[in-house]
């Protein structure tokens, strides 16, 4: 018998009516239980137990199941028999197995047929890492995983770098070693000690190298170094390598010699464009990020080749839908250089149906999956003929990962996956009922889809720690796809380990020419002042706005944003509209979407319009909220955040879930004071009360009073206002800059490039296993949905 005191609790839990509850129903489910029950001592109603906070509680008459997560991406399962008195500890696969059954039509026994899926006896040939501490840091993890391995089997490892080092790769880079002339470990060494005395003589003469006659004759071909230095250097590295190898070495030898100057990166949803696309349906920050991102890669990439001394240039395609119907966006355009980049390319290529015919119009991201395993194939065959291969293939959104996965499976390339928003955790217990929404959403293609993307990535680029594993009261969007169940689809048992060396916490950063800080008086854009003023305060009736701001003098609350649910705009409003505190204080300016509902065709974003006017009526804010439609001008947009600057605002960022926030990090470094959401990325990007505040979307009274308190604050004493527009500029600068995410990105992989080929037999298993998932579970699924 169980003396626990929540076992008080679960007793009285069993007369819940429902059969499911998560951590929020059950924390609300516990206040009310304890207002009613003041006798009862708080220890036994408290669902942090002893064995992790409750995070889910099954409920039947007879016993309760709890899943409990003792620290960040650890969990325990317990069942409670209430008749009994008795508490056991159950595996993953039987918790997983009884919560099918509080589904009805599931059995719940164990016995049901069902695909039970194990991603872990593929995966340890890398060892997970300790605790929650090393989640995310990847690129530590896998240099001293890699370095242990060295040091175990010298041998092994150091045939394995010589081989990687002296192949002729498919996309054209000379390699490091003549095989013919260095064909083993012995020779190497010897080679290097004769080679390193020549440059040791060289460099005491003040000389060049004199490098390919005199050092080719001893077998070593391209990409030591550009002078003799850098040569000179890198072959030191080898040499401590095979002689003591340690983990810094190896990196520093890795991020040398490996040569990267191709890289593949799928974007395929949306509208994937240079202009007049921010705002449309399902095309936001990630291709914000993409277009800054491939600026960034190109700028290391050659950096890393001059310093290799290759004549390589660096090559970019950016891999994308081609939409025949294009509404004017430019989607049509099979390709177009990325501007800011010497020869970044965007190509375009249609979905097509089996006949060969190619899809005229746009789709939903939730419905691409018939056309994606066609439009990966057709890629490859661009691929090849336009680059031969790729040194790098990134993914991009559940779409973008699967093809890129595909494509390089095939092409043996180093894969990258970015999820940018793992749709699981947007909807609430979206797996377990999945069948509900199967016919509008197609999460049984997509989770599956997911699951291969993460699976078969080398390395897992996120934006924040959030992202992978949530913090001690939020599980992360990762994680949540370490077990679950999609009754009478597929038990995933386990689905990826975030404590796996391939996670990687790379932050993604703005472009600085566009988000620059409001007092840099020199370098702000007066050609847009016209412009602006006339957004803001324009009296003139137009389609695009509503409101018109009566007491200018007011500082501007600003928020940008898709009119997209999950951004909570019409939240903002209405948290606007129920506190006349903050309206005395401020203005509010909201762009997103369309004003006019007819504009739109986005049955969310109608939905969305229609409430934004609602609650201007039921407020009355015409006088004090200006609303305006999205706009798509990224440098007029960098100046309405600083003038927003000007007025001594801020930027108010409210929404349910937020992956990582591109938004709130362009308004951070313009030095506009931030409140962002407590949920995903934005808890992690602002450090409360120093660069920015949290807003809770689920309080929004509380948000409203701590925007209006920090306003009278400022009032009273305007270094208030500077303190935190300072703490935004200094977090950003130290951490969110695409100089840092490239020369990660690049160093991982260079890492991941070798420890694909070391362990390259060990990962036959997971791709074979992969591949039978993709054939026998994910190509029917695809083709049921609806084209
Ligand atoms: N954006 C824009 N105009 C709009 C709405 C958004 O230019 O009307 C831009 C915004 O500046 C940011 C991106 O679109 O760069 C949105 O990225 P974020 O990560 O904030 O959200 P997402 O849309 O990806 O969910
Ligand atoms: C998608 C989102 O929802 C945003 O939170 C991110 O900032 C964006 O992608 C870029 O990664």
Known sequence: MTTEPIFELMKQLGHHDKTVLLRDELLAWQETYRSSHQEVSPDVLCMDTAFGQVQEALIHPEWIALSTRP???????????????????????AYLEIKE???????????????????????????????????????????????????????????????????????GHLPMIDPKLIPDLATLQEALAKAEAILEKSTAEGGAPGFNSSLGKFGFGAGWGADTARVRET?????????????????????????????????????????????????????????????????????????????????????TRLIPDAQGTGCDRPMETVRGTERAVILRIPFRYPSGEAVPHWISRFDLWPFMERFARDSEKEILERLGGADLIIGNYSDGNLTAALVARRLGATLTTIAHA????????????????????????????????????????????????????????????????????????????????????????????????YDNTEGRLGEFSDTIEDMIYGSEPHHGRRGVLKDRNKPLLFTMARLDKIKNLTGLLEWYGGNPRLQKLANLVVIGGFVDVEASSDREEREQILTMHRLMDQY??????????????????????????????????????????????????????????????????????????????????????????????????????????QGALERVQSRYTWEIYASKTLTLTALHGFGKWLYRSEREGLERYLEMYLRLQYRPLAARVPT
């Open 71 to 93: 620290e960040v991406a650890r969990w325990r399962f317990f069942r409670y028999d209430l008749g009994r008195g008795g508490r056991e500890e159950i595996s993953t696969l």
């Open 620 to 725: 009355g804010l015409d006088d004090s909220v200006r609303w305006l439609k999205a706009s798509t001008d990224r440098r007029l947009n960098g100046e309405i955040y600083r003038v927003v600057a000007d007025s001594r605002g801020a930027f108010i960022q409210p929404a349910w879930y937020e992956a990582f926030g591109l938004t709130v990090v362009e308004a951070m470094s313009t030095g506009l004071p931030t409140f962002a959401t407590c949920n995903g990325g934005p808890k992690e990007v602002i450090v409360a009360g120093e660069s920015g505040y949290h807003v809770d979307p689920a309080d929004g009274a509380a948000s409203a009073d701590l925007i209006a308190d920090f306003l009278e604050r400022c009032q009273g004493d305007p270094s208030e206002w500077q303190r935190i527009s």
């Open 235 to 319: 072959m030191g590295l080898l040499s401590r390598l095979l002689r003591q190898p340690d983990a810094e070495t190896l990196q520093t030898f890795l991020e040398r010699a490996v040569p990267i100057s191709t890289i593949v990166v799928f974007t395929p949803h949306g509208y994937f464009g240079q202009d007049d696309v921010l705002g449309l349906p399902d095309t936001g920050g990630q291709v914000v990020y993409i277009l800054d991102q491939v600026r960034g890669l190109e700028m290391e990439m050659k950096r890393r080749l001059v310093a290799q001394g290759r004549k390589e240039e660096p090559r970019i395609l950016v891999i």
């Open 422 to 517: 793992l749709e699981k955790t947007k909807y609430f217990n979206s797996a377990l009922y999945w069948q509900d929404q199967d016919d509008h959403y197609h999460f049984s293609s997509q989770f599956s889809v997911d699951l291969i993307g993460m699976n078969s990535a080398d390395f897992i680029i996120a934006s924040t720690y959030q992202e992978i594993a949530g913090d001690e009261q939020r599980v992360g969007q990762y994680e949540s796809h370490m077990a679950f169940t999609m009754p009478g689809l597929q038990r995933v048992v386990s689905g990826i380990d975030v404590h796996n060396p391939k996670f990687n916490i790379v932050s993604p950063g703005v472009n600085p020419e566009l988000f620059f800080p």
């Open 101 to 171: 059954g509080q589904v009805p039509g599931s059995r719940g026994d164990g016995e049901e047929e069902i695909l039970e899926l194990d991603f872990s006896p593929f995966t340890r040939f890398y060892p997970p890492g300790e605790g929650p501490a090393g989640i995310g840091n990847g690129v530590e993890a896998m240099g001293r995983i890699l370095a242990n391995r060295f040091a175990e089997d010298p041998h092994i490892c150091g045939q394995a770098l010589l081989e990687f080092i002296s192949r002729r790769t498919a996309t």
